[in-house]
Nanobody, 119 residues
């Protein structure tokens, strides 16, 4: 099974940028669609963005469209989430997840990385 490790979180002022990385190890990375999710304190985990196994079908939740960009580098077994124009409401723990091709579920999850956006 694939193992996922996120990095790149931190503390940033509103309007700033962060780039999250999700390093995968294990079976072939290109066998998985990749997603980013987030969970704010007291709230349920929510979908943020996803990208297909080949990197050509990104999707986003409405609140991050135009500000966040999901990409992947299959040669480096890594997925990324570039976050620009950050807002305090983006504060959350961000998780990456892997969805096997042909599956409806994200079966593998990282441990999460904290993103805190201050006013």
């Amino acid at each position: 099974q694939v193992q996922l490790v996120e990095s790149g979180g931190g503390l940033v002022q509103a309007g700033g940028s962060l780039r999250l990385s999700c390093a995968a190890s294990g079976p072939t990375f290109s066998n998985y669609n990749m997603g980013w999710f987030r969970q704010a304190p007291g709230k349920e985990r929510e979908f943020v963005a996803a990208i297909s196994w080949g990197g050509f079908i990104p999707t986003y939740t409405d609140s991050v469209k135009g500000r966040f960009t999901i990409t992947r580098d299959n040669a480096k077994n890594t997925a990324y989430l570039q976050m620009n124009s950050l807002k305090p409401e983006d504060t959350a723990v961000y998780f990456c997840a892997a969805q096997p091709r042909g599956s409806a579920n994200y079966n593998y999850w990282g441990q999460g990385t904290q993103v805190t956006v201050t006013v």
